[in-house]
Structures are given as structure tokens and as C-alpha cells.
């Protein structure tokens, strides 16, 4: 049975989201078996990747990998988004501080979506994956997001992002995000623990730029027993960093 035109094109993605995690050769058996793809639609769906020119194979190794061509989809984009790169060198600035997790994110609907991460480089440390969304009530870098709308809006947001988070027990009290976005706002900064991930703690601000109409965020992460007693130190090396950035 042939896959439907959307089923087709949401498997292409999510192959080409597959080797950007494993950054490696893989063969058929390996990718249909990680993304869970009947061998038989697998084969005519790597073989198409192919012939467009997507994916190169080796007939010695039968082992697939991506062309230059999937870079070229999009390396334009950062140029769009950030001009010259200034936000990209005051992440690399950061991390080399610090040594923690970096990340920049943008508002994507309900949710907020990590656009680039520099990892951690401690022993402890959590992973944050580049293009992973979560509700924007479920981090300090959702929080500061928001601050850029009137509460009305924020309101419906957080009522939205509830809707959208799974667990009943991850959903926030509207009051309580009323009052963590509002906080954020006076102070230019949001700080969160145990949020999304317990023992965890991240401090967000907001870049002086906008993507399209939309807020930008950077934020710093790590466990809470190194972030905590930081914290001051994080916000003035952040505070400074940002205010350097000059943006056309």
C-alpha cells in the first residue's frame, strides 16, 4: 500500500532529523528499524531521498548519508534570523565563561523551540536538543517569552500551552504564570528550578532583537547545586554580554 503524499513527506523530515542526531553513516536495516518504517516503504523512501539528491548511498558500506544539498536547504536561515551571527558569538562567549548549556530560543505557537544549544561541557550536566519544543509554561525561556505580551495575551497562552502539555501534573496554575511572567518583565530575567527538569535551573533574558516580529531568547542551564550559587554572577556576565550586541 502506498504511503499518502503527507505521511511520505512527514517521513522524509524525519529521516533527515534522524542523521542529524546520529551524525554518522547508517543503513537501511538501522534507520527503519530507530524510526519504526516497514522495510519495504523504508527502502522506497531512502531510494527517492536519493535520487532527489538528498542522500548519497555507498553500494560497498550500504550506508546512507546526507549531501551538501540538505545543508543548502538551510543555511540561509541563520543569516535570516540573525543577521551577522552576533547572537551565535554571545553564545560561544557564554559557554566559554561557564562552561554550561546554552541555548537561544523563539515562541512557536504555545510552545517554545530551541533553535541552537552549545552543551554543557561539566561531567553533570542535562541534554537539550536542538529543535526540541516544549509548552511555554514549562521553562524560564517560555516565561520570558511571553513577557512581551500584554497579560490578556499571556492568559491565553498559558491557557493554550495547558491544553497542549500532556500531564496533568506539568499544567501551571494561570495565577502562578500571571505572576512568573509579570515578575520577569520588571526584572528583565526569568529563573527557573526543578522546571522542566528536576534538579535543573535556567536563567532567560531576552536579546535586544526580534525574528520576525517575534521575541528572542538566550538562556544559561545547568544543575541547580552549580547554577544557585552563581546566579549573580550568570546575571551580570549575561547583562553585560547582551549589552554589547549591536544589531542592524
Known sequence: MALSPVKSAVRALEVLDYFRRERAPRSLKDICASLGYPQSSGTVLLKNLTQLGYLSY????????????????????????????????????????????????????????????????????????EGLMRPLTLSATGWMLMTTQPDREVERLVRRANIATARNEDRQPLDLMLERVRQARQQGYAFAQNIPIVGGATIAMRLPSNVHGRGVVIGIGGPIDRMLPQKERLLTLMRDEIAHLKFD
Open 58 to 129: 555507498d553500494r560497498s558500506s550500504r550506508q546512507y548519508f546526507p549531501t551538501l544539498s540538505v545543508a543548502a536547504l538551510g543555511d540561509w536561515i541563520s543569516g535570516a534570523l540573525f543577521g551577522k551571527g552576533q547572537a551565535f558569538e554571545l553564545m560561544r562567549d557564554l559557554h566559554s565563561a561557564t562552561g554550561e548549556a546554552v541555548s537561544i530560543a523563539l515562541q512557536n505557537d504555545v510552545y517554545m523551540q530551541y533553535i541552537r544549544v552549545i552543551q554543557s561541557i561539566h561531567p553533570l550536566r542535562f541534554y537539550t536538543e
